[in-house]
Protein backbone atom coordinates (compact mmCIF):
# COMPACT_ATOMS: atom_id res chain seq x y z
CA UNK A 1 0.00 0.00 0.00
CA UNK A 2 2.66 2.34 0.93
CA UNK A 3 4.43 1.42 -2.43
CA UNK A 4 1.07 2.52 -4.25
CA UNK A 5 0.70 5.96 -2.62
CA UNK A 6 4.47 7.11 -3.01
CA UNK A 7 3.78 6.12 -6.92
CA UNK A 8 0.61 8.51 -6.77
CA UNK A 9 2.92 11.14 -5.28
CA UNK A 10 5.28 10.72 -7.63
CA UNK A 11 3.28 10.71 -11.03
CA UNK A 12 0.99 14.14 -9.32
CA UNK A 13 4.65 15.47 -8.56
CA UNK A 14 5.75 15.27 -12.17
CA UNK A 15 2.24 15.26 -13.94
CA UNK A 16 1.58 19.23 -13.03
CA UNK A 17 3.90 22.11 -13.45
CA UNK A 18 3.25 23.53 -9.89
CA UNK A 19 4.86 27.81 -9.69
CA UNK A 20 3.38 30.94 -9.31
CA UNK A 21 2.98 33.04 -12.02
CA UNK A 22 5.89 35.86 -12.27
CA UNK A 23 7.39 38.59 -14.52
CA UNK A 24 10.35 40.32 -13.97
CA UNK A 25 10.97 44.03 -16.29
CA UNK A 26 14.09 44.65 -17.83
CA UNK A 27 15.15 47.81 -19.76
CA UNK A 28 13.29 46.99 -22.51
CA UNK A 29 11.59 43.78 -22.22
CA UNK A 30 9.31 41.92 -19.92
CA UNK A 31 10.14 37.93 -19.10
CA UNK A 32 7.98 36.04 -18.09
CA UNK A 33 9.73 33.75 -15.47
CA UNK A 34 7.43 31.01 -14.14
CA UNK A 35 3.72 30.23 -14.65
CA UNK A 36 0.84 28.37 -12.33
CA UNK A 37 0.09 24.90 -12.00
CA UNK A 38 -0.75 22.76 -15.13
CA UNK A 39 -0.16 19.19 -16.50
CA UNK A 40 2.70 19.13 -18.60
CA UNK A 41 1.09 15.99 -20.66
CA UNK A 42 -1.50 17.33 -22.55
CA UNK A 43 -1.02 17.34 -26.74
CA UNK A 44 -2.83 19.91 -28.83
CA UNK A 45 -2.03 19.39 -31.94
CA UNK A 46 0.03 16.40 -33.97
CA UNK A 47 -2.45 15.19 -36.83
CA UNK A 48 -4.54 12.21 -35.77
CA UNK A 49 -4.75 8.48 -37.48
CA UNK A 50 -7.78 7.96 -35.91
CA UNK A 51 -9.96 9.05 -32.78
CA UNK A 52 -12.30 7.21 -30.33
CA UNK A 53 -11.22 4.02 -32.12
CA UNK A 54 -11.83 0.39 -30.98
CA UNK A 55 -15.97 0.23 -29.70
CA UNK A 56 -16.14 3.99 -28.87
CA UNK A 57 -13.61 4.07 -26.56
CA UNK A 58 -11.89 7.85 -25.29
CA UNK A 59 -8.33 8.33 -26.77
CA UNK A 60 -7.17 9.53 -30.32
CA UNK A 61 -4.18 7.97 -31.69
CA UNK A 62 -1.39 10.29 -33.21
CA UNK A 63 -0.93 10.08 -37.18
CA UNK A 64 3.05 11.23 -36.30
CA UNK A 65 5.41 10.53 -33.69
CA UNK A 66 6.43 12.10 -31.04
CA UNK A 67 3.86 14.20 -29.54
CA UNK A 68 3.70 17.76 -29.41
CA UNK A 69 2.93 19.05 -25.76
CA UNK A 70 1.01 22.10 -25.43
CA UNK A 71 2.41 25.01 -23.03
CA UNK A 72 0.90 28.17 -22.02
CA UNK A 73 0.53 31.34 -24.21
CA UNK A 74 0.52 34.70 -22.94
CA UNK A 75 0.21 38.02 -24.06
CA UNK A 76 1.87 41.52 -23.01
CA UNK A 77 -1.00 43.80 -21.28
CA UNK A 78 -0.03 47.70 -21.30
CA UNK A 79 -1.07 50.11 -18.17
CA UNK A 80 -2.76 53.46 -19.43
CA UNK A 81 -3.14 56.68 -17.59
CA UNK A 82 -6.84 55.87 -16.42
CA UNK A 83 -5.49 52.71 -14.60
CA UNK A 84 -6.93 50.06 -17.45
CA UNK A 85 -4.78 47.12 -18.85
CA UNK A 86 -4.82 47.03 -22.84
CA UNK A 87 -3.34 44.37 -24.86
CA UNK A 88 -0.33 45.46 -26.50
CA UNK A 89 1.37 42.12 -27.85
CA UNK A 90 0.01 38.13 -28.65
CA UNK A 91 -2.53 39.65 -30.99
CA UNK A 92 -5.38 36.79 -30.99
CA UNK A 93 -3.67 33.73 -30.47
CA UNK A 94 -1.03 34.73 -27.98
CA UNK A 95 2.45 33.91 -27.72
CA UNK A 96 3.09 30.14 -26.59
CA UNK A 97 6.08 29.01 -24.23
CA UNK A 98 6.25 29.10 -20.19
CA UNK A 99 9.48 31.45 -20.57
CA UNK A 100 8.47 34.17 -23.03
CA UNK A 101 10.02 37.47 -23.51
CA UNK A 102 8.07 40.80 -24.99
CA UNK A 103 10.26 43.31 -26.54
CA UNK A 104 9.02 46.71 -25.24
CA UNK A 105 9.90 50.30 -27.02
CA UNK A 106 8.03 52.19 -24.64
CA UNK A 107 8.58 52.53 -21.02
CA UNK A 108 5.61 52.39 -18.37
CA UNK A 109 4.04 49.81 -16.75
CA UNK A 110 3.28 46.13 -17.78
CA UNK A 111 1.58 42.86 -16.74
CA UNK A 112 1.73 39.13 -18.17
CA UNK A 113 -1.62 37.51 -18.97
CA UNK A 114 -1.47 33.85 -19.34
CA UNK A 115 -3.44 31.26 -20.60
CA UNK A 116 -2.82 27.32 -19.28
CA UNK A 117 -3.96 24.66 -21.34
CA UNK A 118 -6.69 22.41 -20.30
CA UNK A 119 -8.00 18.61 -20.80
CA UNK A 120 -10.33 18.38 -23.49
CA UNK A 121 -13.44 16.82 -22.77
CA UNK A 122 -16.93 16.01 -23.99
CA UNK A 123 -20.38 14.35 -22.97
CA UNK A 124 -18.95 11.12 -24.26
CA UNK A 125 -15.47 11.06 -22.33
CA UNK A 126 -16.26 13.40 -19.22
CA UNK A 127 -12.86 13.19 -18.45
CA UNK A 128 -11.16 13.36 -20.90
CA UNK A 129 -9.35 11.26 -24.08
CA UNK A 130 -5.96 9.26 -23.83
CA UNK A 131 -3.42 10.18 -26.82
CA UNK A 132 -2.05 6.94 -28.03
CA UNK A 133 1.06 7.33 -29.95
CA UNK A 134 1.19 5.13 -33.65
CA UNK A 135 2.38 2.17 -31.33
CA UNK A 136 -0.49 2.55 -29.71
CA UNK A 137 1.49 3.62 -26.14
CA UNK A 138 -0.41 6.18 -24.24
CA UNK A 139 1.99 9.68 -23.94
CA UNK A 140 -0.96 11.84 -22.41
CA UNK A 141 -4.24 13.33 -22.60
CA UNK A 142 -5.76 15.08 -25.62
CA UNK A 143 -5.73 19.51 -24.50
CA UNK A 144 -7.45 22.52 -25.53
CA UNK A 145 -7.31 26.35 -24.70
CA UNK A 146 -10.60 27.04 -23.38
CA UNK A 147 -13.08 29.89 -24.76
CA UNK A 148 -16.58 30.36 -22.55
CA UNK A 149 -19.88 31.52 -24.43
CA UNK A 150 -18.80 34.97 -24.52
CA UNK A 151 -15.70 34.03 -26.41
CA UNK A 152 -13.53 34.80 -23.27
CA UNK A 153 -10.93 33.09 -22.32
CA UNK A 154 -10.87 30.60 -19.64
CA UNK A 155 -8.13 29.35 -17.13
CA UNK A 156 -6.49 32.28 -17.43
CA UNK A 157 -4.07 34.44 -14.64
CA UNK A 158 -1.94 37.54 -14.56
CA UNK A 159 1.93 38.22 -13.22
CA UNK A 160 2.98 40.63 -11.44
CA UNK A 161 3.29 44.90 -12.11
CA UNK A 162 6.82 45.36 -13.79
CA UNK A 163 8.32 48.32 -14.78
CA UNK A 164 10.51 49.24 -18.17
CA UNK A 165 12.70 51.54 -19.37
CA UNK A 166 14.36 53.94 -17.19
CA UNK A 167 12.93 55.93 -13.87
CA UNK A 168 10.23 58.34 -14.82
CA UNK A 169 9.82 61.11 -13.21
CA UNK A 170 6.37 60.72 -12.48
CA UNK A 171 7.39 56.94 -10.82
CA UNK A 172 9.31 59.28 -8.02
CA UNK A 173 6.95 59.18 -5.39
CA UNK A 174 6.39 59.82 -1.50
CA UNK A 175 4.31 61.25 1.07
CA UNK A 176 5.48 62.58 4.60
CA UNK A 177 3.88 60.49 7.45
CA UNK A 178 2.08 62.03 10.53
CA UNK A 179 4.52 61.03 13.48
CA UNK A 180 1.99 61.80 16.08
CA UNK A 181 2.10 65.37 16.57
CA UNK A 182 -1.17 66.05 14.68
CA UNK A 183 0.24 68.74 13.35
CA UNK A 184 -1.88 70.77 10.49
CA UNK A 185 0.67 71.00 7.74
CA UNK A 186 1.74 67.52 6.20
CA UNK A 187 5.19 68.93 5.87
CA UNK A 188 5.22 70.50 9.71
CA UNK A 189 6.60 67.81 12.69
CA UNK A 190 6.89 68.31 16.27
CA UNK A 191 10.69 68.56 18.25
CA UNK A 192 11.48 65.50 18.97
CA UNK A 193 8.65 63.61 16.77
CA UNK A 194 9.41 61.10 14.17
CA UNK A 195 9.65 61.60 10.66
CA UNK A 196 9.04 59.12 8.28
CA UNK A 197 7.87 59.00 4.04
CA UNK A 198 6.06 56.60 2.47
CA UNK A 199 7.37 55.10 -0.46
CA UNK A 200 4.09 52.95 -1.29
CA UNK A 201 3.57 54.57 -4.97
CA UNK A 202 7.61 53.72 -6.04
CA UNK A 203 8.03 50.11 -7.25
CA UNK A 204 10.17 47.69 -9.24
CA UNK A 205 13.52 49.85 -8.70
CA UNK A 206 16.62 48.42 -7.94
CA UNK A 207 18.62 51.25 -6.22
CA UNK A 208 17.32 54.01 -4.28
CA UNK A 209 18.95 56.69 -1.43
CA UNK A 210 17.65 59.08 0.77
CA UNK A 211 19.56 62.33 1.62
CA UNK A 212 18.93 65.03 4.07
CA UNK A 213 19.75 68.80 4.48
CA UNK A 214 19.57 70.82 7.41
CA UNK A 215 18.64 74.55 5.75
CA UNK A 216 19.13 76.51 8.43
CA UNK A 217 21.79 76.93 11.74
CA UNK A 218 25.17 74.40 11.27
CA UNK A 219 23.63 73.02 8.15
CA UNK A 220 24.71 69.58 7.91
CA UNK A 221 24.08 66.76 5.71
CA UNK A 222 23.64 62.70 5.53
CA UNK A 223 22.48 60.07 3.44
CA UNK A 224 21.85 56.65 3.11
CA UNK A 225 24.28 56.38 0.18
CA UNK A 226 23.17 54.39 -2.83
CA UNK A 227 21.28 50.72 -1.45
CA UNK A 228 20.24 48.06 -3.39
CA UNK A 229 17.23 45.56 -2.92
CA UNK A 230 13.58 45.84 -1.99
CA UNK A 231 12.83 49.61 -1.31
CA UNK A 232 10.72 49.93 2.27
CA UNK A 233 7.14 51.15 2.32
CA UNK A 234 8.19 53.59 5.48
CA UNK A 235 11.37 55.30 5.47
CA UNK A 236 12.28 56.20 8.85
CA UNK A 237 14.50 60.04 8.24
CA UNK A 238 14.71 60.05 12.09
CA UNK A 239 16.57 57.06 11.60
CA UNK A 240 18.62 58.26 8.54
CA UNK A 241 19.64 61.51 10.49
CA UNK A 242 20.99 59.62 13.56
CA UNK A 243 23.01 56.77 11.83
CA UNK A 244 26.55 57.20 12.56
CA UNK A 245 26.13 60.98 13.11
CA UNK A 246 26.26 60.72 16.69
CA UNK A 247 23.55 62.85 18.89
CA UNK A 248 22.35 64.20 16.11
CA UNK A 249 18.11 65.27 16.20
CA UNK A 250 15.59 67.37 14.10
CA UNK A 251 15.92 70.81 15.61
CA UNK A 252 13.22 72.71 16.22
CA UNK A 253 12.56 76.37 14.10
CA UNK A 254 14.58 74.70 11.77
CA UNK A 255 13.50 73.39 8.15
CA UNK A 256 15.01 70.32 6.35
CA UNK A 257 15.07 69.00 2.85
CA UNK A 258 14.68 65.52 1.58
CA UNK A 259 16.06 64.62 -1.58
CA UNK A 260 14.76 61.09 -2.63
CA UNK A 261 16.34 59.49 -5.72
CA UNK A 262 15.40 56.10 -7.59
CA UNK A 263 17.46 54.74 -10.74
CA UNK A 264 17.85 51.14 -11.81
CA UNK A 265 20.76 49.82 -14.65
CA UNK A 266 18.76 51.84 -17.32
CA UNK A 267 19.36 55.11 -16.07
CA UNK A 268 22.67 57.31 -17.13
CA UNK A 269 21.47 58.95 -14.07
CA UNK A 270 19.40 59.01 -10.83
CA UNK A 271 15.82 60.76 -10.60
CA UNK A 272 14.88 62.60 -7.63
CA UNK A 273 12.20 64.01 -5.99
CA UNK A 274 13.17 66.92 -3.01
CA UNK A 275 10.46 67.65 -0.68
CA UNK A 276 11.16 69.94 2.26
CA UNK A 277 9.58 69.51 6.23
CA UNK A 278 9.63 72.06 9.19
CA UNK A 279 10.41 70.92 12.89
CA UNK A 280 7.96 73.03 15.26
CA UNK A 281 8.27 73.69 18.91
CA UNK A 282 6.33 70.62 20.49
CA UNK A 283 2.74 70.53 21.13
CA UNK A 284 2.45 73.61 19.28
CA UNK A 285 0.84 72.60 15.90
CA UNK A 286 2.65 73.58 12.85
CA UNK A 287 1.37 75.47 9.39
CA UNK A 288 2.53 75.82 6.38
CA UNK A 289 5.87 76.34 5.13
CA UNK A 290 7.24 78.62 2.94
CA UNK A 291 8.45 77.43 -0.80
CA UNK A 292 11.82 77.34 -1.58
CA UNK A 293 13.11 79.99 -4.36
CA UNK A 294 12.93 78.90 -8.06
CA UNK A 295 16.30 78.17 -8.68
CA UNK A 296 17.17 76.61 -11.86
CA UNK A 297 20.52 74.46 -12.99
CA UNK A 298 22.17 73.43 -16.20
CA UNK A 299 22.87 72.34 -18.60
CA UNK A 300 22.41 69.24 -16.51
CA UNK A 301 24.48 66.51 -17.49
CA UNK A 302 27.56 68.95 -17.51
CA UNK A 303 30.81 68.34 -19.68
CA UNK A 304 32.57 70.89 -17.38
CA UNK A 305 30.33 73.83 -16.66
CA UNK A 306 26.64 75.01 -14.85
CA UNK A 307 24.94 77.99 -14.34
CA UNK A 308 22.33 78.71 -11.95
CA UNK A 309 19.37 80.80 -12.15
CA UNK A 310 16.85 83.00 -10.43
CA UNK A 311 19.65 83.31 -7.62
CA UNK A 312 18.82 86.76 -5.14
CA UNK A 313 21.07 89.74 -4.08
CA UNK A 314 21.64 88.00 -1.01
CA UNK A 315 25.56 86.23 -0.16
CA UNK A 316 25.86 83.56 -1.61
CA UNK A 317 28.03 80.02 -1.28
CA UNK A 318 27.47 77.44 -3.32
CA UNK A 319 28.82 73.52 -2.41
CA UNK A 320 29.46 70.48 -4.80
CA UNK A 321 29.22 67.32 -2.64
CA UNK A 322 29.96 63.64 -3.39
CA UNK A 323 26.81 61.36 -2.62
CA UNK A 324 27.93 60.51 0.54
CA UNK A 325 28.18 64.17 1.28
CA UNK A 326 31.75 64.97 1.27
CA UNK A 327 32.51 68.47 0.07
CA UNK A 328 34.81 68.53 -2.91
CA UNK A 329 34.17 72.11 -3.77
CA UNK A 330 32.90 75.82 -2.56
CA UNK A 331 31.84 78.37 -4.93
CA UNK A 332 31.20 82.13 -4.02
CA UNK A 333 28.80 83.71 -6.34
CA UNK A 334 30.14 84.57 -9.58
CA UNK A 335 28.82 87.88 -11.45
CA UNK A 336 27.32 85.42 -14.66
CA UNK A 337 26.46 83.07 -12.03
CA UNK A 338 29.17 80.22 -14.47
CA UNK A 339 30.89 77.49 -12.78
CA UNK A 340 33.43 75.12 -13.72
CA UNK A 341 33.84 71.76 -12.72
CA UNK A 342 36.07 70.39 -15.43
CA UNK A 343 38.51 68.82 -13.27
CA UNK A 344 36.02 66.72 -11.59
CA UNK A 345 35.85 62.81 -12.94
CA UNK A 346 32.32 61.72 -14.68
CA UNK A 347 29.89 60.79 -11.75
CA UNK A 348 26.83 62.01 -9.89
CA UNK A 349 27.25 64.67 -7.27
CA UNK A 350 24.94 66.94 -5.17
CA UNK A 351 24.68 71.20 -5.47
CA UNK A 352 23.42 73.08 -2.85
CA UNK A 353 23.00 76.81 -2.57
CA UNK A 354 23.54 78.18 0.35
CA UNK A 355 22.48 82.25 0.89
CA UNK A 356 22.69 84.21 4.18
CA UNK A 357 22.23 80.80 6.72
CA UNK A 358 20.43 79.07 4.87
CA UNK A 359 20.47 76.48 2.42
CA UNK A 360 17.53 77.40 -0.67
CA UNK A 361 18.66 74.95 -3.29
CA UNK A 362 19.67 71.30 -4.04
CA UNK A 363 20.28 69.66 -6.85
CA UNK A 364 21.89 66.34 -8.49
CA UNK A 365 24.38 67.46 -10.70
CA UNK A 366 25.75 64.43 -13.67
CA UNK A 367 29.38 65.38 -15.00
CA UNK A 368 29.56 63.17 -18.45
CA UNK A 369 32.93 64.13 -20.63
Not at 51 to 56: D, R, S
Not at 91 to 109: C, K, L, Q, Y
Not at 115 to 140: E, F
Not at 201 to 213: E, P, R, S
Request: proline share 4%; glycine share 10%.
Amino acid sequence: MKKVIFLLIFLIGNIYHSKAQTAVGGCNSVTLTSVPSYAYNLVIAGGWACTACNGGQCFDVLATSPPQYAQTRSWLLKKQSNGTFTNVQGGTSGVFGDNVVFNVTEPGIYKIMNQRPSTLTTTTCPYGRDVKNINLIIVGKRGVYKTNSAGGLENTSYSNEVFVGPVQQNQVTYQFVDGGGGNSAQSGFDYQELVRINTTGCQNFTHWWVAIFENDGPMRYTGTGWQTGPLPTLVNLTDVWKNGNGSWSFETNRSYTVQFALSNPCNSQWTNLDKTFFICPSGSGCREIETAEPISLSPNPTYGQFQLRNLSDAPTTITLLDISGRELKRFNQSGDNIYDVSDLNNGMYVISVIQGEKRVFNSKLSILK
